[in-house]
């Protein structure tokens, strides 16, 4: 039987499996499984959440990654919203659309170098002649090692841990990572992560989920709304210039809701789409709105909430525009940049961040 097929039978009896109203408490709201092995035979972990809603996540230990984020569309028929592949080693292949984490470091930094409390640090130069992501091995392809936390009454959760050494991908600092995934039966998706170093370091952590409320086609259509009237300008290889300009009067103005495609041939040619970080307002700290995502075909409606000061939209260039990535984050090449909110971590201090996908079909 084959993975999407297997999927589609697995939320079936999971839906049959709820009863009714009064006794879906019952729902078996977390399960572990083997997702597959890597060469070496190191097994990767497979975790399922449910909740009383039939919504389905499942995530996987390799990149910490959301294999599958099923929800209803008006309908109340279920459909996964965001790009996953069948197999592990799909993923190890090159599988493009993974909704991993990203880090030590999102997004972009110039030259493959910073300078920290002075020191030069040099980064693999992944990106022509920038950092991106992380690295050549990036928090996305490591294998994090999952544990289910107790369920509570209205949600389920899985934490990943990962220990980045000093040195690695050329970052200073044993830096400890966690990555919490929680599914409420208010339909929401919630993302936490948390860190501590030992040494000074940069980090910007965010997850890369390819989302298509749709499930099928282009997103051209998807209406976009963003809670933010500036953004960061960029060069041509989108490394910010540190300038911070206003939206007004640009294709980049979704403070009115508009369709994704409406404006998007404004851009220049050579992005292919939209790759920009909007700067969310207010400003950074509390769990706020930060966008909101409409399909009207399915009726799906998806909220972005963050403790993040930027939002990076990203309209799946290389895929022809087949999906729209909504990264909470800091602002790239931020190491580099004085202006802008820091992204250094210190001993004796703990990164905190806090992202939630929260889903409706009105």
């Given at each position: ?11 079936l ?9 009064a ?21 990767v972990d497979?975790?399922?959440l ?13 990149g910490?990654?959301?294999v ?49 409390d002075?020191r ?13 992501h ?32 000093d ?6 600092g ?7 995934y929680?599914l ?16 000074a ?6 997850n ?16 976009l709304?963003?809670?933010a ?14 300038e ?8 980049l ?10 404006r ?9 789409g ?31 909430r ?8 990203y ?21 580099n940049?004085p ?14 961040s806090?992202?939630?996908f ?5």
């Amino acid at each position: 039987m084959n993975f999407p097929l297997r999927l589609a039978l697995l939320s079936l009896l999971g839906l049959l499996n709820l009863g009714s109203a009064a006794d879906r408490g019952s729902v078996q709201r977390l399960e572990r499984s083997i997702f597959g092995h890597l060469p070496d035979g190191t097994a990767v972990d497979l975790f399922t959440l449910r909740n009383r809603q039939g919504c389905v996540a499942r995530v996987m230990g390799y990149g910490a990654t959301i294999v599958e984020l099923s929800v209803p569309d008006r309908h109340g028929r279920m459909g996964n919203i965001v790009l996953g592949a069948p197999s592990l080693e799909s993923y190890l292949k090159g599988f493009n659309a993974p909704a991993s984490v990203i880090g030590r470091v999102a997004n972009r930094i110039r030259g493959a170098r910073f300078t920290l409390d002075g020191r030069e640090y040099r980064l693999a130069a992944n990106n022509g002649p920038n950092h991106i992501h992380g690295g050549n091995r990036g928090f996305a392809s490591v294998v994090w090692k999952g544990k289910a936390l107790p369920v509570r009454r209205h949600e389920a959760s899985v934490e990943f841990g990962y220990l980045s050494r000093d040195g690695e991908e050329g970052y200073p600092g044993n830096l400890q990572v966690f990555v919490t995934y929680t599914l409420t039966d208010a339909n929401e998706f919630r993302i936490d992560y948390r860190a501590t170093t030992d040494k000074a370091t940069p980090v910007n952590l965010t997850n890369h989920a390819y989302f298509n409320l749709a499930g099928r086609g282009d997103v051209f259509d998807h209406e976009l709304w963003l809670s933010a009237d500036t953004y960061t300008v960029t060069d041509e290889a989108l490394i910010p210039t540190g300038e911070i300009r206003s939206v007004r009067g640009t294709p980049l103005d979704f403070t009115t809701p508009a369709k994704v495609g409406s404006r998007i041939r404004e851009l220049p040619s050579h992005l292919k789409g939209y790759d920009h970080n909007f700067i969310i307002k207010p400003a950074r700290g509390s769990l706020r709105l930060a966008g909101r995502v409409r399909e009207a075909s399915s009726g799906r409606v998806l909220e972005v909430r963050t403790t993040e000061p930027g939002l990076q939209i990203y309209t799946g260039n290389h895929l022809q525009n087949g999906a729209i990535c909504l990264e909470t984050q800091h602002y790239a090449d931020s190491v580099n940049q004085p202006g802008f909110p820091s992204t250094i971590l210190r001993p004796g201090k703990r990164l905190r961040s806090s992202t939630v996908f929260a889903f409706s079909a009105p």
